[in-house]
C-alpha cells in the first residue's frame, strides 16, 4: 500500500497549489479519501474529506470556499486544489485512505506547504 503526496512547496500569501495523492495497493475506490495538515506545534486536523460513493465532500470551517477536494477513481488520485493561501495554512500536508467497512486506514508521508506573508 503506497499514498505518494505531490505538489507542495513555497507560496506567497494569496496564492494557489494544487495537491496529489497517487494511491496503489489497495481498492481505492472503495475508500474515503481525505487531506490532514500539521502545522509546527499544534495536532494534526482534517482539511477536507472526500466520501468513496457520491462524491461527498466536507471541509474545515477555515477553508471552506478556498480548498477543494477531488479524485479521480480511474487514476487512483485525489486532490486538493488550494486557492487564496494564507500564511497560517503553512504545515505538512497528509493524505489518508479510509475504509469504515473493514477499518483499513492508511497514510502518506506529507508534502510541505508554506505560505509567505
Known amino acids: 500500500v503506497q499514498l505518494v503526496e505531490s505538489g507542495g512547496g513555497l507560496v506567497q500569501a494569496g496564492g494557489s497549489l494544487r495537491l496529489s495523492c497517487a494511491a496503489s495497493g489497495f481498492m481505492f475506490s472503495r475508500f474515503a479519501m481525505s487531506w490532514h495538515r500539521q502545522a509546527p506545534g499544534k495536532e494534526r486536523e482534517l482539511v477536507a474529506e472526500i466520501v468513496s460513493i457520491g462524491g461527498g465532500t466536507s471541509y474545515a470551517e477555515s477553508v471552506k470556499g478556498r480548498f477543494t477536494i477531488s479524485r479521480d477513481n480511474a487514476k487512483n488520485t485525489v486532490y486538493l486544489q488550494m486557492n487564496s493561501l494564507k500564511p497560517e495554512d503553512t504545515a505538512v500536508y497528509y493524505c489518508?485512505?479510509?475504509?469504515?467497512?473493514?477499518?483499513?486506514?492508511?497514510w502518506g508521508q506529507g508534502t510541505q506547504v508554506t505560505v509567505s506573508s
Open positions: 489518508r485512505a479510509f475504509n469504515r467497512s473493514t477499518g483499513y486506514d492508511y
